[in-house]
């Protein structure tokens, strides 16, 4: 697939397979990576005879796309070749708009609350559907700002892919988004975050916390009896310390589940003078059994982390009015 590529990948194989120039195919790349143009016939500086090879020999995906917009959102509906259900969200906020892109088709982690897991096993996407969402997000909106790696599906299990796509995203002749506008958040693979930090790209990192002891933690998210929360939070301590990069973690507000004052002791004990930053997610409505806190217990939380200098912001859920909020996002064709 021709969104696989590198810039030089991309010039070795559209002079050795397609018989392209190599100035032609630095302009190939351009006009994908700087034009957000993915179809050939308008890559006007290319003659006919050219067009008609790479339409045959490095086509572009051709997905089936349905648009849900809200007034703060825009969630995209895609079903790939293979059938496979993949949604992306663009985010509207004041400045660049941000845009949350999926790593996998479904999910196999089964956490609790999360919608995504329910159809269970996942397939990779492939770079080139990664890249290819965010193309279709810097088309639609004309420059995106920051990326998410918070769609569907662990980025961590599918770490080659994600992070050839963020090497290719960073190309300064394409889309040239600088690390620092990317965030990956994972439930907590411990070992892909020593990868991610070995890779030494400087992209930010969330982790996926939402319960701060393991007996809770375990009946919310399966994966915390393979990495319990201490190896979780030893990996995120040495990520922030390593690359300079303050981690950010997630904690999903579930009512009577993980809100209550016991419970919020605990989260404090464990995030006391770590410097990670706490991102509340008043939980978004699943087919799964709980609810959300009260706005005023929500508000409780966020004062009784500041009361102990632990930063906290509470995140707003764009998008749940057509199920494109955090862990509404599935595989099920609607
Ligand atoms: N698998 C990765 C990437 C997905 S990010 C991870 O877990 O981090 C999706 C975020 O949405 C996660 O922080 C998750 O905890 C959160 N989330 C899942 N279900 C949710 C729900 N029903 N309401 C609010 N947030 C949810």
New binding site residues.
Partial sequence: MILDFSLEEMTRFLVDKVGLKAFKARMVFEWIYQKAILDYDQMTSLHQSERDLLKEKAPFPTWTITEHPTKDSNKLTAITEDGSCIELVILKSKAAPTLCVS?QVG?A?K?A????GILGAARNLTTSEIIYQVLLAEKKTGGIGNIV???????LLNLDNVLKAISILHEPSGLNISPRRITL???GIVPGIETLLAANLGINL???L?APTDELRETLMPINKTYPIASLIRAAKSYQEKSGRRVTV?Y?LLREINDTPQIIRSLIALLRRTGFHVNL??????S?D?KRPTLERINWVQGQLEASHINATIRQ?KGIDVSG????LSSVIK
């Fill in positions: 790593s999910c982690l956490c609350f999360c919608e995504t790696l918070m769609g569907m599906g662990e980025p958040s994972t439930a969330a982790i996926s939402n997630e999903v997610i008043p939980y978004n409505p699943t799964g709980y859920s909020a955090c862990g509404m």
